[in-house]
């Protein structure tokens, strides 16, 4: 058997094993004593390497003595002050096992020895105060005056009435009675609002000068307190300068003509304008078309505020001699006759007085130029007639002036009397020594002689052919001229 012969195979505890091999023959559990003997299981339920038999915290894997703290609880001192952690009131304050008054990691140092250590004492190197108060540590909070405000910020510690010294200074009101900003102690005037001084008029009453002109108004002395230029009303009363602008004696309150030193009253043609009569034709010049010429009917004839005998007197035309400017009636009037009282007749063939003609011709005749019609822009019947010429062409034509004077210059076997811009009207054919302008299918002397709306005066001649050997070599002679004002 297991055990040889003369030894018995007996399993005493019936563990398997024969007890001649089984060193715990008792102990089914163990064949061998191990570390803690037959009997006792070499059980380590904590599993740190030492069995239960000799583990003093056989449940506490990182102990096998219960130490200071005991098993289950580490003996760790985590600020190594020496004393661990489970029975130090602060583990991580090495200066502290216990928190006292200010707590871990803050000593309960009093360094101002009051009693109240630093970590509660605001004021920790003030054995007087634990609060800064309204002074601040080190300086006391004391009330000397008791007025609530303590002497550190108390600008006047010694008045109850004050904090600052104000204007007047401590011990002494800044009371302003008359509410004028300026406080009574430099107040001149402590009850008048108005006035710090008492000032020229004194304290109550204004040192007004209402209109600045230098008089106070409560002396008496302005009498006119709201005028600047007076002080007494004068001729025109206050607020009304006494001034005479014309220097007429009147003063300009009175004067209706305050800038006329010639009248004081507007009269019928106002201020600034006399109410002569230059004329004596009872119209006042003011009003009188023209004033230098008598014209007492005012006449007018084209409405341009100019009376119609000052129109003459300056040059307007009246050749049918009735007294009204030609522009306005229109007129047609020959002048430049060849009969010697102008220019002379090139080669003394002047013709006779009358009828007015120009120059005598080869045919012992001067050729005429008469007007006939209306000379009207608006209703032109103006025809001009040529008579007592050869039968040979005869042009009509148009000037903007006369000649000389009206006097005419020779030309030709006659005189040229029209000048100025020269427009050719038309050429006509003399038939028993007449023709005329315009003929049937013409313009109207006024379209073809362009004249403007207004009229204006023309000078009109008509040239004709003379080819009879005669007087000079020209071949031609010209009727005398006719002026004519065109009216509207």
Excluded: H
């Excluded at 069995?51 to 600020?79: E, F």
């Excluded at 005056?145 to 006047?156: L, R, S």
């Excluded at 120009?358 to 005749?365: E, K």
């Excluded at 313009?443 to 709306?453: E, F, I, K, Q, W």
Aim: proline residues 10%; hydrophobic residues 25%; negative net charge.
């Amino acid at each position: 058997g297991a055990c040889g012969c003369g030894v018995p195979n007996t399993d005493s505890d019936n563990d398997g094993t024969p007890n001649c091999t089984d060193g715990c023959p008792n102990d089914p559990a163990k064949i061998a004593p191990g570390v803690c003997g037959c009997g006792v299981a070499d059980t380590d339920s904590d599993g740190d390497g030492t069995p239960n038999c000799n583990d003093g915290c056989p449940n506490d894997p990182l102990k096998t003595t219960p130490g200071a703290c005991g098993c289950g609880v580490p003996n760790t001192d985590s600020d190594n002050d020496g004393t661990p952690n489970c029975t130090d009131g602060c583990p991580n304050d090495p200066a502290k096992i216990a928190p006292g008054v200010c707590g871990c990691g803050v000593a309960d140092t009093d360094s101002d020895g009051d009693g109240t250590p630093n970590c509660n004492d605001g004021c920790p190197n003030d054995p007087l105060k634990t609060t800064p108060g309204a002074c601040g540590c080190g300086v006391p909070n004391t009330d000397s005056d008791n007025d609530g405000t303590p002497n550190c910020t108390d600008g006047c510690p010694n008045d109850p009435a004050k904090i600052a010294p104000g204007v007047c200074g401590c011990g002494v009101a800044d009371t302003d009675s008359d509410g004028d900003g300026t406080p009574n102690c430099n107040d001149g005037c402590p009850n008048d609002p108005l006035k710090v001084g008492p000032g020229i008029c004194g304290c109550g009453t204004a040192d007004t000068d209402a209109d600045g002109d230098g008089a106070y108004d409560c002396d008496g002395g302005d009498m006119c307190p709201n005028d600047p230029l007076k002080i007494a009303p004068g001729f025109c009363g206050c607020g009304i300068p006494d001034t005479d602008s014309d220097a007429d004696g009147l003063p300009d309150c009175l004067d209706q003509c305050p800038n006329d030193p010639l009248k004081v009253v507007p009269g019928a043609c106002g201020c600034g304008v006399s109410d002569a009569d230059t004329d004596s034709d009872g119209v006042l010049d003011c009003v009188d078309n023209c004033d230098a010429l008598a014209n007492p009917s005012q006449a007018d004839c084209d409405g341009d505020s100019i009376g119609d005998v000052c129109e003459l007197a300056a040059g307007s035309l009246d050749l049918d001699g009735n007294g009204v400017p030609d522009e306005c009636t229109g007129a047609i009037a020959s002048f430049c006759p060849g009969d010697g009282s102008g220019a002379a007749c090139p080669c003394g063939n002047a013709s006779p007085a009358a009828p007015v003609a120009g120059c005598l011709n080869s045919l012992g005749t001067g050729g005429r130029l008469a007007a006939t019609g209306v000379p009207s822009v608006a209703a032109d019947t103006l025809v001009l007639v040529g008579s007592a010429m050869p039968n040979s062409s005869a042009l009509y034509f148009q000037g903007t002036s006369s000649q000389s004077a009206g006097a005419g210059v020779a030309f030709g076997d006659g005189l040229r009397c029209a000048a100025g811009s020269i427009l050719r009207l038309g050429t006509k054919n003399n038939a028993a020594g007449t023709s005329q302008y315009p003929g049937v299918g013409d313009p109207s002397v006024s379209v073809r002689g362009a004249l403007p709306p207004s009229g204006g005066t023309r000078t009109y001649q008509a040239w004709y052919r003379n080819a009879a050997a005669f007087c000079t070599s020209s071949t031609f002679n010209l009727t005398n001229g006719v002026i004519v004002v065109w009216r509207l």
